[in-house]
């Protein structure tokens, strides 16, 4: 496999070639010499390491990797917009964007910040637009710049989608999948499935990202990450496609003895407690208000507003303080006894699924990993 990424031409002409089948339709739709194209072709097999086409009298015939690689590369090309961009500078690029600053992205690199410039410079000049403006220490995209780097990640992701296929193909271990979690799915849901995974793809590799959905929406609309698992939101991105899986039913959680365990639940007493809960616009949140408002009730001030499992249980420990939170991110503490889940007055549910973009085109192991991300859904549902 590729230790670098390959040269964008080099990608054009072997897409290029798989659809016209002959070095001379091909060179032509690259405005490539056929003997730099036959060359550009023979250096991407001695990067992969395999043959891509059987060489006849009748033309070039694509071999299993270049079939695998070239609608990648073919997408990727289209989104980089121009066979005069390198994959250097997109990467200058992308790292300018994601730091805001050419010390940043330096840092993030490790190139010089003269050779950013050089890049970005470069960069510019072969697309004709302005990309970034300089506002002191920092950079600001240009729309122009802002729509060239999420175009710039995708093509990236969608190599790495390739050059994966093709390393599967020839047996080594390759492939990786990338997974934006937010709390309620870290509880069972995804562990379920990464354990199922994991023996259907023991040389896949699992990054998972943990955050809210607005920490995770961007790396997923640009490509960073393959999935969000989640609460859906209504207002989805049009780029983005929502799969539900299972619906959750959040309870309120309390200590053992704890008044709202030992009667029945009003609002009005629900009312006069003391509630740590996540940030205002977070669905939870707007569930909790929703909730309180339906049994007569209006929504208390919350003095402690936290999105952490983690540090909801520690502040409820020994104290008053309810929360409203999934049965399943607290099931250790539940079974032993150190809370107890409580039926809201008004029933609360929320939808949890899968959030991936809409075009995505995932690789073997990434649609694995999704059916069975699909499969644990269905039985926490029954």
């Known amino acids: ?44 097999e001695r990067d992969l390491d395999c043959q891509l086409f059987e060489r006849g009298s009748a033309g070039m015939t694509p071999t299993e990797p270049a079939l695998l690689l070239a609608p990648r590369a073919d997408h990727a090309v289209s989104l980089i917009g121009s066979p005069r961009v390198t994959a250097t500078q997109m990467r200058a690029f992308i790292a300018l964007a994601r ?79 990338t997974i934006g979690a937010m709390p309620l799915s870290r509880a069972h849901w995804l562990p379920t499935a990464l354990k199922r995974f994991g023996h259907v793809h023991a040389g896949v590799d699992v990054a998972v990202v943990e955050g809210s959905h607005a920490e995770l929406v961007g790396p997923l609309r640009d490509g960073e990450i393959d999935l969000i698992l989640g609460a859906l939101r209504d207002d989805c991105p049009e780029e983005l496609v929502q799969h539900p899986s299972f619906t959750d039913r959040p309870m309120i959680i309390a200590r053992p003895d704890h008044p709202v365990a030992r ?19 977070t669905p939870l949140r707007l569930y909790w208000e929703e909730m309180l408002l339906a ?67 995932p690789t073997r192991p990434q649609a694995d990993l999704f059916a069975i991300l699909e499969s644990v859904g269905r039985e926490i549902n029954s």
């Open 99 to 177: 730091g805001g600053s050419y010390a940043a992205a330096a840092e993030a690199t490790g190139l010089s910040p003269a050779s950013l410039h050089r890049s970005v410079a470069d960069l510019s000049l072969a697309l004709g637009q302005r990309l970034a403006d300089k506002r002191g220490r920092h950079v600001v995209l240009t729309s122009a710049g802002l729509r060239r780097a999420r175009a710039f990640s995708l093509a990236f992701a969608e190599l790495r989608a390739g050059l994966d296929e093709v390393a599967a193909w020839q047996g080594k271990r390759a492939g990786k999948v």
């Open 295 to 361: 049994s007569g009730a209006e929504p208390p001030h919350v003095a402690i507003e936290c999105g952490s499992v983690l540090t909801i249980r520690e502040l409820m420990l020994g104290s008053d303080a309810l929360t409203l939170l999934s049965p399943a991110q607290l099931r250790v503490e539940l079974e032993a006894g150190l809370f107890t889940a409580v039926a809201p007055p008004t029933p609360v549910c929320r939808t949890i699924g899968i959030t991936i973009r809409e075009n995505w085109r």
């Open 1 to 44: 496999m590729a230790k670098r990424p390959p040269n964008i031409r080099h990608l054009a002409a072997l897409a290029a070639t798989v659809r016209h089948g002959t070095v001379t339709h091909a060179a032509q739709a690259v405005n490539l010499t056929q003997p730099a194209l036959t060359q550009a072709i023979a250096r991407l």
């Open 263 to 281: 009667s029945e639940v009003t609002g009005a007493m629900l009312a006069e407690q003391s509630w740590i809960m996540p940030g205002a616009d």
